[in-house]
């Protein structure tokens, strides 16, 4: 199937952990997002690269690192995990060209206690 | 800033209603528009994208209109069912140096009652 996978599902973990989520697309794209949604479902931006460079970085805490190691893969690092961290991430992905539309996955359900 | 706002915030109807949901945003510098669809707990759903150049965009029981010199699209359903029950995203790709963002609106929650 062609889609945007990410892994994992749900993570459940405590303050001051160091965690990680993964992102693929097989959809030959060449610009993936991140994407938070608060407690409200509000969807807020949070970084963009376009073939592995870094094209968009909203104002996060610098403890949410993103790493791009091809077009294909968007992972999102973060330590020091704070409660305030709990949300759901979504990665996206879309062509440069913005007559695209984006494609999202299912979204990693963060919980810190 | 782009803001885009969606009204109504929630919809409850009977089966068999037409209905329509409101998106508007207040910058009119946009490439396109594209309406999701979010089921609890679960991913966003594409369901149309409408260029800056078209009108609206139709599928199945679903037609998305767009005004962009007046910063407004609709989403309309016909004859809803129980499962269209979801929350409706409303998201606008703009122009310039921002133009690879997706600027999303709250959502409206629908629920479409048997």
């Known amino acids: 199937d062609t889609a945007v996978s990410q892994t994992p599902k749900y993570l459940v973990t405590q303050m001051g952990n160091d965690k990680s989520i993964k992102c693929e697309q097989n959809?030959?794209?060449?610009?993936m997002y991140w994407y938070k949604q608060d407690s409200k479902k509000f969807l807020k931006i949070m970084f963009s690269y376009n073939n592995k460079e870094l094209i968009i970085n909203e104002t996060v805490p610098n403890r949410f690192s993103p790493k791009s190691p091809d077009k294909a893969h968007l992972n999102l690092h973060i330590n020091s995990l704070e409660l305030g961290d709990s949300a759901v991430y979504f990665c996206?992905?879309?062509?440069?060209?913005?007559?695209?539309?984006?494609?999202f996955g299912s979204g990693t359900r963060l919980t810190v206690v | 800033k782009q803001e885009v706002t969606q009204i109504p915030a929630a919809l409850s109807v009977p089966e068999g209603e037409n209905l329509v949901l409101n998106c508007s945003f207040t910058?009119?510098?946009?490439?396109?528009l594209q309406w999701f669809r979010q089921d609890p707990g679960k991913g966003l759903t594409s369901l149309l994208l409408?260029?800056?150049?078209?009108r609206e965009q139709t599928s199945g029981r679903l037609n998305a209109s767009l005004d962009k010199s007046s910063g407004r699209s609709t989403l309309y359903i016909a004859a809803s069912q129980p499962g269209d029950s979801a929350t409706y995203l409303c998201a606008v790709r703009g122009e310039g140096t921002s133009g690879s963002r997706l600027t999303f609106g709250e959502g409206t929650q629908l629920t479409v009652n048997p």
């Open positions: 996206a992905s879309s062509q440069i060209y913005r007559r695209y539309g984006y494609t």
């Open positions: 910058d009119s510098a946009i490439y396109n």
């Open positions: 409408i260029q800056s150049s078209q």
């Open positions: 959809l030959g794209h060449d610009t």
